[in-house]
Nanobody, 113 residues
Framework: QVQLVESGGGLVQPGGSLRLSCAAS????????MRWYRQAPGKEREWVAH????????NYAASVKGRFTISRDNAKNTVYLQMNSLKPEDTALYYC??????WGQGTQVTVSS
């Protein structure tokens, strides 16, 4: 069945870095645009970044542009989110999404000293 499994979240100090991974299975990964979203406590889910099927085009929310990088490896059926210069306001549950197909369960990112 279609499945997306995120990993790589954790507790990091402000200014630190994390790399999230999302492993896909059950569908032709290389056919799908992929997105990362996040949801902080008490807030609505917000879009963070997306990458097209080939990996040649990316776009970012203004709040993360210049700090986060989305990438994908179609041979490994995996999409990544490299997060640098993390801020406390980046604290959220991060989800990957295969557009119009499936969502992962999320991985928690907490930025705190």
């Amino acid at each position: 069945q279609v499945q997306l499994v995120e990993s790589g979240g954790g507790l990091v100090q402000p200014g630190g870095s994390l790399r999230l991974s999302c492993a896909a299975s059950g569908f032709t990964f290389s056919d799908y645009m992929m997105r990362w979203y996040r949801q902080a406590p008490g807030k609505e889910r917000e879009w963070v970044a997306h990458i097209n099927a080939s990996g040649g085009s990316t776009n970012y929310a203004a709040s993360v542009k210049g700090r986060f990088t989305i990438s994908r490896d179609n041979a490994k059926n995996t999409v990544y989110l490299q997060m640098n210069s993390l801020k406390p306001e980046d604290t959220a549950l991060y989800y990957c999404n295969a557009v119009a197909l499936a969502w992962g369960q999320g991985t928690q990112v907490t930025v705190s000293s």
